[in-house]
């Protein structure tokens, strides 16, 4: 792959994370690992020459600066806290025009408070999804050094994300690697739409990882899984749109959900950075919630005992896990499929982060998630399953006393309605073969919240009786 010098080198470059590591390497190289003891990389930045605002508030001014599309962009308006990319080398497609809704309806299903309870609404993006974010990162970086193609292993969302950043822009021609079946067709047509080479693997998407890692290796293809750390850098800009809509007041709770581990890791760093540098006064705190049938994070971290330990994790417990899974031919099986992942490739980020936000990890069952995805809808912001799992979340750490009523949550909604349409017409349909093809295989026994349609002859006296009864 050829490079250019069109990255930050006199202000950021990458590094290590493990504290007994700690190599640094340019900004200009491409890289998904420390090449001297395998760990991940972060992107850094010297503090010293950093151009730093004296507060948060500083970014409200770029909203007079609209027709500036790095202004318009809901992560490059906050170039000056991820300036690794030179501005003549920043790609965008409008990424980050999200909303942060109070949302009361949401509030009274997990009891909390009316005005305590908030979603951050990332299906708005425009391949509606969060990953917009860090594909603008991490795309922007592959323009920078000279990628002419760029590759992805996805449960979906990625996948969308990245071919419409190639489509849009022309810049590159994008790969995706998806396990056959294991993809809900919201998704998969935004990929093929869009014109992207999609390669459907035997296997789930930690097969379809491993895969892309391989292959990107030996075509010298650019790699933007989040094992990326510039996928990262744009996905923690989420935490500063939150932090802006809330008028820079720091909420008591981030409750996300857990698949690869990209996002909880990158809300870990945002709020370690924004501390350091002095821009906020104290770190809320993290749960990340996991869907029963892809429970790693909860396995290691709640059942087993497993912490970031100051950059000293027990190995052996990740390596015994993993050595249980494949004895037992174990997958990750759940109808949140954005999060049906087994091998999270962002574990050790994530636990410097729950170590970092004095988090918890929860997990919950598919039953669950769609019922508080109907409340979500309810309040009129649909999403797709994977979101509600952080609805689902604060219920559950209601319950347990562990997040009380009045303090502020905020929920992030990671993909639109549409993602996923299949489980949602099941839910609240009335064709019970439907219901038990799409949910009842994975353990959902009803509809609790179902809307369903109602069905009425073609007359209009019975058509008005039955408006009038339901309304």
């Keep these: 792959m050829t490079t250019s010098t069109s990255t930050r080198a006199d202000v950021a470059f990458q590094r290590c994370i493990s504290p007994h590591c700690e190599a640094t390497y340019g900004v200009d190289e491409v890289l998904t690992a420390c090449p001297a003891c395998g760990q991940l990389l972060d992107v850094a930045y010297d503090p010293d020459q950093l151009n730093l605002p004296k507060s948060l508030s500083f970014f409200e001014k770029k909203w007079s600066q609209r027709t500036d599309p790095?202004?318009?962009s809901g992560v490059w308006r906050f170039h000056e806290l991820l300036p690794f990319a030179s501005r003549e080398k920043i790609v965008t497609i409008g990424e980050g025009q999200t909303l942060l809704q109070q949302a009361d309806s949401v509030a009274k299903f997990t009891d909390m408070l009316p005005g305590n309870l908030y979603l951050q609404y990332e299906g708005m993006n425009p391949s509606g999804s969060f990953k917009d974010n860090?594909?603008?990162?991490?795309?922007?970086?592959?323009?920078?050094?000279?990628?002419?193609?760029?590759?992805?292993?996805?449960?979906g969302n990625t996948s969308a994300s990245l071919a419409a950043f190639c489509s849009v822009?022309?810049?590159?021609?994008?790969?995706?690697?998806?396990?056959a079946g294991k993809i809900a067709y919201g998704k998969l047509s935004q990929a093929l739409d869009y014109g992207a080479l999609t390669v459907a693997i035997a296997g789930d998407f930690?097969?379809?990882?491993l895969r892309v890692k391989e292959v990107s290796k030996q075509l010298g293809i650019?790699?933007?899984?989040s094992v990326n750390p510039f996928r990262l850098e744009g996905q923690k800009t989420i935490m500063y749109r939150i932090l802006e809509a809330l008028q820079w007041e720091v909420p008591d709770w981030i409750v996300v959900p857990g698949g690869n581990l990209g996002n909880s890791s990158s809300f870990g760093k945002a709020f370690a950075e924004l501390y350091e540098w002095g821009l906020i006064d104290r770190i809320p705190r993290l749960?990340?919630?996991?869907?029963?049938?892809?429970?790693?994070?909860?396995?290691?971290y709640e059942r087993r005992g497993l912490r970031w330990n100051g950059g000293s994790p027990n190995q052996q417990i990740i390596d015994d896990y993993y050595t249980e899974l494949d004895r037992d031919h174990k997958r990750a099986s759940t109808i949140a499929s954005a999060i049906e992942i087994n091998r999270p490739v962002n574990l050790m980020k994530c636990l410097r982060a729950l170590?970092?936000?004095?988090?918890?990890?929860?997990?919950?069952?598919?039953q669950e998630i769609l019922d508080a995805k109907a409340q979500v809808g309810a309040g009129g912001f649909g999403c797709?399953?994977?979101?509600?799992?952080?609805?689902?979340?604060v219920k559950l750490l209601r319950q347990q006393g562990v997040i009380q009523k009045d303090e502020k949550v905020v929920c992030i909604l990671t993909g639109h309605l549409l993602k996923d349409p299949t489980a949602t017409v099941a839910y609240h349909g009335t064709d019970q073969d439907q219901f038990n093809k799409v949910l009842g295989s994975r353990g959902v026994k009803r509809a609790g919240f179902a809307n369903r349609a109602v069905q009425v002859a073609n007359n209009l006296e019975e058509i008005v009786r039955s408006i009038q009864m339901y309304s």
């Design 384 to 393: 797709e399953p994977a979101s509600a799992a952080s609805v689902a979340g």
């Design 206 to 209: 930690d097969d379809a990882m």
């Design 169 to 179: 822009t022309g810049l590159m021609k994008a790969i995706i690697f998806v396990g």
């Design 222 to 225: 650019y790699l933007v899984n």
């Design 287 to 300: 749960a990340v919630i996991n869907a029963q049938g892809a429970n790693t994070l909860y396995e290691l």
């Design 134 to 155: 860090g594909m603008a990162a991490a795309f922007s970086h592959a323009h920078s050094v000279g990628a002419k193609r760029a590759a992805c292993a996805s449960t």
């Design 355 to 366: 170590e970092t936000c004095r988090g918890v990890v929860r997990e919950i069952h598919d």
């Design 70 to 72: 790095l202004a318009f």
